[in-house]
């Protein structure tokens, strides 16, 4: 199966500057290297059969026609590979008037000229000396030598026959500075893959310009944006060209080429259109900006083959964590860090004053999501510049709770000079169970118990001292369900609640790295994370007291279930397209069947717990995932048959 992804290359060929029989042997030498790797689209750079810097050389007619000859014979390369879309640069002689075109070939022909809209005429750049702009009707036309009509014109979306959801739009160069690219109509009328032919010279911070330019188009249009510029064949009398060359998707960088290559420059890469399309669905501003689009574009069909990919042949990285900041830059990466935590505790400063509360009550486990929760809690007292005395923490040590995670929330808490009640509930759950006539089995009642009588404590507590409950649960636990309803399910504000097990524990790590001072305070929270996360509810092994519940053994790996819940909810993926992305990002560390096991897991747990995320209590919004009934995920609480999801995964 292709699960959506089109396999896209851009190239810059040695170019030989007017020489265009060298160049295009140069063109198509890459073709017929490219055709190996089963490319679906190949793009040069602007101007690519003659070079961009000709100037006044252009306006020869020897020059036009020897372009004209190699764009009309270069069908034969396209009728070798009929299956590949290609485009390459070329002037175009038409009615009197010169044009700066992308050619364009599939299945053996020549099937449309795109002339550039968009001509810079300042500094360095004098395009209007030479060329005309497109021209406002897009039409067939004839051209001399070649039998069939080709299309010559800026409004055309080409869309692939075996996929209709798969369409390209092209562009040239300065088409994209300007005020209104006109790759934003193409978007508009379907084209999710734009190409753009480029021939842009090196200065000095340009490099990083031209990248925000084709980042922010990719997301602006929410496509797949690819561009490629001029390599350094192009004359170097007033100007340098690198070869720049680079394909976002949707904001994310798949690739780039290094600059200043004296030889042939490619770069090829799997788009995932099938993710460009759902995005386009889940932005309803998209749809009606579709609607109010008053330029309508000649529809022209491809002929491409669709690759039947597996996890080994594709071409892009796949993040095992999509839910961590991957920046290289330290101090970047604080500043993201400090801005996630700053929405969390603003959040709940807010919250805490508009309450008017005195305190914040917060039950502490010693493992990583009351711990993070504690150290908001914390960040809250600076924002308000208050002492850390509103801060009640509470130990509840039941049936489950070991030496080593009540250690550690005693160390923690004398770390942070919190103040810290210890409050055992295991004689107030025997009494109750023993109410109920509960048989003295580990069963569910009996874990159950424990976190609810916790959690009344904790909200007791509170009215006792005028305070707010602060919720732990992660966003991992709500979407496995991973929660006793109405236990550590219920609070009074969820400061956790979109932030997900992986990044909790990344977080902590930074924490413990940026904002502590203390060796000891650094200590006990590496211990934290090295506590194996557990929910405590049955005894600890008799004989090592060690941990004998742990959540990963029981529900799987958190990092397996982030990644699910990552794809499924921000990135719409169905199930099979989600285990076979993880199968290419956990490759080295899980097998398939294992993957596919914690899959059906997620899923079943995901739908059967809704009931759950229906009734949560409030908490900030972070990232770019929420569960809340409030905010972006709103689904009945009782669909009890998630076959059609469950199904897909086969």
Same mark, same amino acid.
């Given at each position: ?209 031209? $990248?925000?330019?084709?980042? =922010?188009?990719? *997301? !602006?249009?929410?496509?797949?944006? @690819?561009?490629?510029?001029? %390599? /350094? ?93 991957? $920046?290289?830059?330290?101090? =970047?990466?604080? *500043? !993201?860090?400090?801005?996630?935590? @700053?929405?969390?505790?603003? %959040? /709940? ?102 976190? !609810? ?10 009215? /006792? ?186």
């Amino acid at each position: 199966m292709n699960y959506g992804f089109i396999r896209v290359s851009i190239a810059v060929p040695k170019l030989f500057l007017t020489n265009v029989d060298k160049n295009y042997l140069e063109h198509k030498k890459i073709v017929e290297k490219l055709s190996k790797t089963h490319t679906q689209v190949i793009s040069f750079p602007e101007l690519s059969l003659t070079g961009y810097s000709c100037g006044d050389l252009f306006h020869q007619a020897k020059l036009q026609n020897k372009a004209k000859n190699s764009f009309i014979k270069f069908q034969e390369v396209s009728e070798k590979f009929p299956n590949i879309f290609i485009v390459l640069g070329t002037p175009f002689a038409y009615n009197g008037a010169l044009f700066n075109c992308a050619a364009v070939y599939n299945n053996g022909k020549l099937v449309a000229l795109i002339p550039k809209s968009h001509l810079p005429n300042y500094n360095e750049f004098k395009e209007r000396i030479y060329f005309q702009s497109a021209p406002e009707i897009t039409k067939k036309i004839s051209i001399s030598g070649i039998e069939h009509k080709v299309i010559f014109g800026k409004h055309v979306v080409f869309t692939s026959e075996q996929d209709e959801k798969f369409s390209i739009g092209i562009e040239i160069c300065e088409d994209l500075w300007g005020v209104e690219p006109p790759s934003g109509k193409l978007a508009l009328n379907g084209a999710n893959i734009i190409l753009n032919l480029s021939a842009s010279n090196e200065l000095v911070v340009k490099t990083d310009y031209r $990248i925000r330019l084709v980042r =922010q188009q990719s *997301e !602006r249009s929410i496509c797949v944006y @690819s561009y490629v510029s001029s %390599g /350094l064949g192009e004359s170097t009398m007033d100007m340098v060209f690198g070869g720049s060359g680079m394909i976002y998707e949707y904001g994310n960088n798949l690739g780039e080429m290094k600059p200043f290559s004296l030889d042939n420059q490619t770069l090829t890469v799997d788009c995932d259109v099938d993710r460009i399309n759902q995005e386009r669905i889940r932005n309803t501003i998209w749809g009606e900006n579709t609607i109010l689009n008053n330029i309508q574009h000649e529809k022209y069909f491809f002929k491409t083959k669709n690759i039947d990919f597996n996890s080994n042949t594709l071409k892009r990285n796949i993040d095992p964590l999509p839910f961590l900041p991957h $920046i290289k830059n330290s101090d =970047q990466l604080n *500043e !993201r860090c400090n801005e996630i935590m @700053s929405i969390q505790a603003n %959040g /709940l400063a807010m919250r805490f004053q508009r309450s008017k509360v005195k305190n914040l009550i917060i039950g502490l486990s010693g493992g990583l999501d009351s711990t993070y929760a504690l150290l908001v809690c914390l960040e809250m007292c600076k924002i308000l510049s208050i002492t850390t005395n509103c801060i009640q923490a509470l130990t509840l040590p039941g049936h489950g709770t070991s030496e080593l995670t009540k250690s550690n929330t005693e160390n923690l808490c004398k770390a942070l000079k919190v103040d810290l009640e210890e409050i055992s509930i295991v004689e107030i759950t025997n009494m109750h169970l023993n109410q109920l006539g509960h048989s003295g089995d580990h069963d569910i009642t009996f874990e159950n118990a424990q976190a !609810r009588e916790r959690t009344q404590i904790l909200f007791d507590k509170a009215n /006792l001292i005028n305070g707010l409950v602060i919720g732990t649960s992660d966003l991992s636990e709500l979407a496995l369900g991973w929660t006793t309803y109405n236990g550590d399910h219920m609070s009074s504000y969820g400061v956790n609640a979109t932030i997900p097990k992986t990044l909790i524990r990344f977080l902590i790590q930074w924490y413990k790295e940026n904002k502590l001072a203390s060796k000891k305070a650094k200590g006990i929270l590496q211990k934290i994370i090295d506590t194996p996360i557990s929910p405590e509810l049955i005894p600890p092994d008799t004989e090592s007291g060690e941990i004998k519940q742990e959540t990963e053994s029981l529900i799987g790996p958190f990092e397996l279930h982030d990644f699910f819940l990552f794809h499924f909810i921000r990135r719409k993926a169905r199930p099979g397209k989600i285990l076979f992305l993880a199968g290419r990002a956990f490759s080295k560390k899980y097998e398939k069947e294992e993957i596919e096991k914690w899959l059906r897991v997620f899923i079943e747990r995901f739908f059967a717990n809704q009931f759950k995320r229906s009734a949560l209590p409030d908490g900030p919004k972070v990232g770019s995932v929420s569960l809340s009934p409030r905010g972006e995920w709103r689904i009945p609480s009782d669909i009890d048959d998630p076959s059609l999801w469950l199904d897909d995964i086969n």
